[in-house]
């Protein structure tokens, strides 16, 4: 799957806060409520939904009705295609550098 900008753009701006990645952390270990995820946090429940909110927008987390509670799930997709990407760019570069120093080592 190639991502697009706006597609990029909300994931990396999902994973640039540390409490959402803090966030990601608790929940990848198994699945939890949104009160669970609030109490491990020292910030207010609305600024942990708001959190969570962004997440879900990028597609890293999903949320489902259990009777009255959300559980909070990881979705490991998206996360897998920011790895793809960062993969490429890291191949691009590490080549780019590779013939840099080859470069610099026949004009020496």
């Known amino acids: ?3 697009q900008d706006h597609e990029l ?3 990396f701006h999902a994973l640039s806060d ?12 198994s699945d939890k409520t949104v009160n669970e995820i609030a109490a491990q946090f020292d ?9 969570l909110s962004v997440l879900e927008e990028a597609g890293l987390l999903s949320r489902r009705k259990q ?5 909070c799930h990881v979705e ?3 996360l897998q295609n920011a790895s793809e990407w960062l993969t490429f760019y890291q191949s691009f570069w590490n080549d780019r550098l590779d ?4 470069f610099i080592e026949k004009e020496s």
């Not at 013939?99 to 080859?102: A, I, Q, R, S």
């Open 76 to 78: 490991p997709r998206q």
């Open 43 to 51: 910030i207010s429940l609305p600024a942990v939904s708001k959190h």
């Open 1 to 3: 799957m190639t991502l």
């Open 18 to 29: 540390t409490t959402r990645r803090g966030i990601l952390l608790r929940v990848r270990e």
């Open 9 to 11: 753009d909300r994931l």
């Open 99 to 102: 013939n840099l120093k080859d």
């Open 67 to 71: 009777g009255r509670k959300r559980i």
